[in-house]
């Protein structure tokens, strides 16, 4: 069973760019799609990137595309977001989701992931 371990989440300035990473206190990331989602008080949790359990597949909102970037790195056991040219509205506790079925497509509704993690907070002053 996948246990998500977000970290990475701080306090940034519009602008700045911020490294998001996710990595499993139980199975092993790597036979795993793996999605990031974001929650802004008052809102829905929304999808955000996924990636294959490859790597060779990624997905993004439209919110987030040419800024955000999805990688894995299976030596490590981590699955990154890089998040370019923030900005406040990305501001938001990110979480990290894994299905419960390994070697799947990348997935990008909330429903379709069974471990999530505890979330990273992120947040952009302008």
């Known amino acids: 069973q996948v246990h998500p371990v977000e970290s990475g989440g701080m306090l940034v300035q519009a602008g700045d760019s911020l490294r998001l990473s996710c990595t499993s206190s139980?199975?092993?990331?790597?036979?795993?799609?793996m999605g990031w989602f974001r929650q802004a008080p008052g809102k829905e949790r929304e999808f955000v990137a996924a990636i294959s359990w490859s790597g060779a597949t990624t997905y993004y909102s439209d919110s987030v595309k040419g800024r955000f970037t999805a990688s894995r790195d299976i030596t490590k056991n981590t699955v990154s977001l890089q998040m370019n040219s923030l900005k406040p509205e990305d501001t938001a506790v990110y979480y990290c989701a894994a299905p419960s079925t390994a070697w799947g497509t990348a997935r990008t509704h909330t429903y379709e992931y069974d471990y999530w993690g505890q979330g990273t907070q992120v947040t952009v002053s302008s």
């Open positions: 139980g199975t092993t990331l790597t036979s795993y799609a």
